[in-house]
């Protein structure tokens, strides 16, 4: 069962941050670079009448992109002001047809399931996921919400992040160590929240024999975090040549392992 203070204080954290969410991320220079490096990948499971969902929408940019190439697309997420951002972008964009919004708890998944039927493909795009409390329960509902034949699309933060150790360990600070542990405590806003770095092993556990693994890439192996996308304004033509290096070897071990985000994408197995 979800923990009702910690749901209330993360759904207070991201309702804060709602509003600065797309110009101290989405909006900037390296947030759409590593979007569209992760569209990139997707956009070969991307196929127009498709019932999609995007998990954890934020402001909606990942459900937008999906109406726009022509998903029906469900934005979910825990926080109120993020869905007001995504209502508000479809209907500045025409698209308050193709995009419909969903409050939905990832932790209390069982609880919170709003859907009448599976969707062809689901998405959970910059570390959602990572304030999972129990990943294997919602990898259960997962094997609800995804058809057989379906694609699931996962973005998270994993136990490694080589800038996130280099920028630290230089300063001896002990955050580069932080995700070595597996948990930690992020600032959203003027709220401390808990976030959890899975490896690539513990999801593909928690998700279990339903889902199969077809591909697995780094995000922001090249490209920095977003504490450090001033860098990025300082050298643009520097770190731009670094996207497109980053867009050629993501997929490549240890790479696709370095990054301060993973993507992995997953085909829902036939039951039977």
């Known amino acids: 069962m979800a923990d009702a203070t910690g749901t209330r204080v993360r759904a207070a954290a991201f309702d804060e941050a709602a509003g600065s969410y797309d110009s101290d991320f989405a909006a900037t220079r390296t947030g759409l670079w590593l979007r569209q490096s992760v569209w990139s990948r997707l956009a070969p499971f991307v196929k127009p009448g498709m019932q999609a969902l995007d998990l954890g929408c934020g402001t909606g940019d990942d459900a937008l992109w999906l109406a726009r190439n022509g998903c029906h697309a469900t934005a979910a997420d825990g926080s109120p002001a993020m869905l007001q951002q995504v209502a508000a972008k479809a209907s ?24 009448a039927q599976p969707f062809d493909f689901v998405v959970s795009n910059f570390g959602a996921i990572n304030c999972v409390d129990d990943p294997p329960l919602l990898g259960r509902k997962l094997a609800a919400w995804v058809k057989p034949g379906g694609t699931l699309a996962l973005v998270f933060m994993g136990r490694f992040c080589a800038w996130e150790t280099a920028y630290y360990a230089a300063r001896l600070d002990r955050r580069a160590m932080r995700r070595w542990w597996g948990r930690a405590r992020a600032s959203v806003g003027r709220e401390s929240v808990d976030v959890h770095y899975w490896s690539k092993s513990e999801v593909l556990r928690a998700l279990g024999p339903s889902f199969h693994l077809v591909t697995a890439h780094g995000v922001g192996t090249l490209l920095p975090p977003s504490y450090l996308f001033h860098w990025v304004e300082r050298r643009p033509r520097l770190f731009r040549t670094l996207a497109r290096w980053e867009s050629h070897t993501s997929h490549i071990w240890p790479l696709s392992r370095a990054g301060d985000h993973m993507l992995i994408i997953l085909k829902r197995l036939a039951t039977w």
Do not use: Q
């Open 92 to 115: 500045g964009l025409h698209l308050e047809r193709h995009v419909r919004t969903v409050r939905l708890d990832l932790n209390a998944p069982f609880a919170t399931a709003p859907f």
